[in-house]
């Protein structure tokens, strides 16, 4: 198995058609065929099904690409990092971001990253929690910011922000027969809206 094997496996998978990736690759399908089944030999498992339709990886086939593209991209950033000539960080970062994230955060966030470190490619993804997570675990990703803390509890994580809780009621649902101050459980039990959005966690790999 060499590198370029496994480059030529990633293309079909993401084009889902061999006819499509050997377009791509600037390279002929029977030699893009014929290089697939010396991998699948190798491996000793079938990595393809074969339609009419495309392609589709098998059970697998999805778990080698998965590690593939996890390889070769950390194989591209290497050799970037390798290359250059003065000690600034480069290369490209992908960052998962939920769609309210990316609506606070990701303007200034790729302003500020293209200011500080030029040389840096921001690759953000945009996701629901769940899909980010999923994403972080298949090494996809190089850092997440989720909501939910107990997703990712294997990776390095640390709070980037927290956020009150917001209460909305008519005040004479929070009176008493005593006309005593309320107490906060009163006025959680009392409130029509509570709104406790949990601390949001940065992930990295």
Known sequence: MDLRQLRYFVSIVDNGSMNKASRQLYIAQAALSQQLAKLESEVGKLLLHRSAKGVTPTENGLALYHHARFMLRQLDQ??????QETGEAQGMVSVGLSPSTLSAIGLPLVER???????????????????????????QLDLAVLFNSDLMS?????????????????????SSRNDARPSRSQKRHACPWCFQPAPTV????
């Open 78 to 83: 290497a050799l970037s990092v390798a290359r």
């Open 113 to 139: 990253v293209r200011e500080r470190h030029p040389n840096i490619l921001l690759n953000v993804i945009e996701g629901l929690s769940g899909h980010l997570t999923h994403m972080m675990r298949r090494r």
């Open 154 to 174: 294997t990776s390095m994580r640390s709070p980037c922000w927290t956020r009150k809780c917001s209460c909305c009621c008519r005040q004479a649902a929070l």
């Open 202 to 205: 940065c992930d990295s790999a």
